[in-house]
């Protein structure tokens, strides 16, 4: 299994960037799919997410109505669109997988079995 992360970059504050993660080895559409990311001196922290099977989305609450997660079943890809860019929103951003995850456990981040190696995302002001 493998989870590549890329579309980092440095962007001024406000403006917008795309994150793909594209996965290997499994079916998206079968999987939790989350966005995770590291500040720097920070804990990791849950970002947002798109559950199996549907199409239900969780965001953290410092991004909601910025950032939407979304997923590309033909290419076996999620997205996460990240609009009005705050230089708070700086780190590297994972991409995780795992199955069987429920409304209650999207946000556990530790338990996510697959991870993808990071992409570093850099907001100036």
């Known amino acids: 299994v493998q989870l590549q992360a890329s579309g980092g970059g440095q962007v001024q504050a406000g403006g917008p960037l795309r994150l793909s993660c594209v996965a290997s080895?499994?079916?998206?559409?079968?999987?939790?799919v989350a966005w995770i990311r590291q500040a720097p001196g920070k804990e990791r922290e849950f970002v947002a997410a798109?559950?199996?099977?549907?199409?239900?989305?969780y965001y953290a609450d410092s991004v909601k109505g910025r950032f939407i997660v979304s997923r590309d079943n033909t290419k076996n890809t999620v997205y996460l669109q990240m609009n009005s860019l705050k230089p708070d929103d700086t780190g590297v951003y994972y991409c995780?997988?795992?199955?069987?995850?429920?409304?209650?456990?999207?946000?556990?981040?530790?338990?996510?079995?697959?991870w993808g190696q990071g992409t570093q995302v850099t907001v100036s002001s």
């Open positions: 995780a997988a795992d199955r069987g995850r429920i409304t209650s456990t999207v946000r556990m981040i530790s338990d996510y079995n697959y």
């Open positions: 080895g499994l079916t998206v559409s079968r999987y939790t």
């Open positions: 798109v559950k199996s099977g549907g199409s239900s989305t």
